[in-house]
């Protein structure tokens, strides 16, 4: 099933914090989920990023609702650090 249909946009600053926080991220599971947020912003497709990151795209569907759910990018930081991998 293919997510291309899926639109996901960063503000230019939540892009830029994002990008700060990922290269200083230690940890790969929340560095992975940073750089699929960047990625989607990108406008790489679901599939296209779960292929990428060896994950399967409900996985990355399951992320990306929480992350839409948040709505600021410290919420959305702070929940990336705090969700268990799937």
């Keep these: 099933m293919s997510e291309q249909g899926t639109t996901f946009r960063l503000e230019p600053e939540d892009r830029k914090q994002i990008e700060k926080r990922r290269k200083k991220e230690r940890d ?5 989920r940073y750089q699929a947020l960047l990625w989607l912003d990108d406008g790489k497709s679901i599939d296209e990023v779960a292929a990428l990151l ?3 795209p409900s996985t990355l569907r399951k ?3 929480l992350f839409k759910k ?4 410290d919420s959305i930081i702070s929940l990336i650090a705090e969700t268990p991998e799937i």
């Excluded at 790969?28 to 992975?32: A, K």
């Excluded at 948040?70 to 990018?73: C, I, L, N, V, W």
């Design 70 to 73: 948040k709505g600021s990018t």
């Design 28 to 32: 790969v599971r929340i560095y992975s």
């Design 63 to 65: 992320w990306l609702a």
């Design 54 to 56: 060896d994950r399967d």
